[in-house]
């Protein structure tokens, strides 16, 4: 059965408004009606809303809208502000993202120090890092991920999309005087993780209804 491009386009950007979440394609084709040509509708209203006030972004996969870039200005005021990450939070974070799935022992490896379980429990805590599995070897450790939350929060689409040697030291972030055989993991090389067993899979997408008037 042909779907009406037109009506799946409203359907779509129905239940992205509603949506407390991103949503991803197969998200949206378990509330549409079959048939409807989802790909289609979302590059249809990503190019309606290009350059408006809000705009159609992808974000870790899914689809969601959010102020155009250039009017973030007008909310700075009203923002609460973020949580600061410790020095030892964040050089975790980037060393979870780059080699993910890694261990706590592979963590401590890398940073030479002993990881702090406060300071994973905050990454955990914020949603910036989940528990993914555990690894096939002895011990049966857990090994740690990265989340869509992760991606969102610093805009990213994919993990391919993670700054490398170049972009870190035109932005500052790395010094020219860089110790001997120094260098940052390609992002596209992360290992998929053959080695481990997954753990529970991500739940449903919740959607707010407090538009909704009884019936």
Do not use: N
Request: charged share 25%; net charge negative.
């Amino acid at each position: 059965m042909t779907i009406d491009p037109l009506f799946t386009e409203r359907c779509i950007e129905a239940l992205l408004f509603a949506a407390a979440e991103p949503l991803s394609v197969a998200d949206l084709a378990k509330r549409l009606p079959e048939g409807a040509d989802i790909e289609r509708g979302l590059a249809d209203l990503a190019v309606r809303y290009a350059g408006q006030g809000i705009e159609l972004v992808q974000v870790a996969g899914r689809w969601r809208y959010q102020t155009a870039a250039d009017l973030a200005f007008l909310m700075t005021e009203e923002r609460e502000e973020p949580r600061r990450l410790s020095k030892a939070a964040q050089e975790t974070l980037a060393i979870i993202a780059y080699h993910q799935p890694v261990t706590r022992a592979e963590i401590e490896a890398v940073r030479g120090v002993q990881a702090s379980r406060g300071t994973l429990d905050v990454l955990l805590e914020l949603g910036l890092v989940k528990m993914r599995g555990r690894r096939r070897t002895p011990g049966r450790p857990v090994t740690f991920g990265t989340t869509d939350a992760f991606l969102e929060h610093y805009g990213l689409a994919t993990l391919a999309d993670l700054p490398g040697v170049a972009e870190m030291r035109a932005a500052g972030l790395l010094s020219l005087d860089l110790p001997p055989g120094f260098s940052v993991p390609d992002p596209m090389g992360l290992r998929p993780g053959e080695d481990e067993d997954p753990l529970d899979g991500d739940e449903a997408p919740e959607f707010a209804q407090d538009f909704l008037g009884d019936s």
